[in-house]
């Protein structure tokens, strides 16, 4: 169980949304559910960012399981990763807690403080409790005790899931870095070369003049 917890508080303070600036509220289980408009378990099967190289991420989910509310087999969120949003992995599975959708909002989207799961199997049977309280004691629990269920092969397995999540996140933001550095130069390049064509053009333009003179 020590072990467990350890991985787990490792895991806090890397996935579930716990950042410099940002406060939270500790909430329960129960009241993270209840909040949420859509509970699935699911997987991100394509992600992208636009405008490109921005930190607004569109990701969309093939959904396994529904836990709380109705949608189909796909469901796209957005994430604006620079201001505290959620980095969904592609490929990776998650237990989402989901808010917006409807007439207003067209997408859905975490909310800042919500966090997410990854989709172990004991994850997805604990909140599968919370539908109509069917566990009391469960819903009642602080919701960063959720990893203290998970068997021992699932905690060596969520080890490895965050190493590479970590990676992941570091190449992703160093690739934007690279990208943002060479969509400024090409602006630059434009820049100057207009420049240079529109000084050339003049040139020529005063030397006509002068030679008709």
């Not at 990676?167 to 870095?177: L, M, S």
């Not at 420049?195 to 020529?204: E, V």
């Amino acid at each position: 169980m020590g072990v467990i917890v350890l991985i787990f508080l490792i895991s806090w303070s890397n996935s579930i949304q716990i950042v410099k600036g940002l406060s939270c509220e500790p909430q329960s289980l129960n009241e993270i559910y209840q909040q949420g408009d859509l509970v699935f378990h699911g997987t991100v099967i394509s992600k992208e960012y636009w405008p490109p190289n921005s930190s607004d991420a569109k990701i969309v989910f093939e959904i396994h399981e529904l836990l709380k509310g109705a949608y189909d087999n796909t469901i796209t969120l957005t994430s604006d990763e620079e201001f505290w949003g959620p980095n969904f992995g592609e490929g990776v599975s998650y237990v989402v807690f989901a808010h917006g959708g409807g007439e207003v909002t067209k997408y859905y989207s975490v909310p800042l403080c919500v966090p997410i799961f990854y989709g172990f199997s004991t994850v997805v049977e604990t909140v599968g409790l919370l539908e109509n309280n069917k566990n009391q004691t469960v819903g009642e629990m602080g919701s960063w005790r959720i990893y203290e269920f998970l068997t021992k092969e699932e905690a060596i397995q969520l080890e490895k899931i965050e190493e590479q999540e970590n990676v992941r996140i570091i190449q992703e933001r160093e690739n934007k870095k690279v990208a943002s550095n060479v969509m400024y130069l090409g602006i630059v390049g434009f820049f100057l070369i207009s420049i240079s064509g529109i000084l050339i053009y003049y040139k020529k333009q005063k030397s006509r003049q002068t030679l008709k003179k």
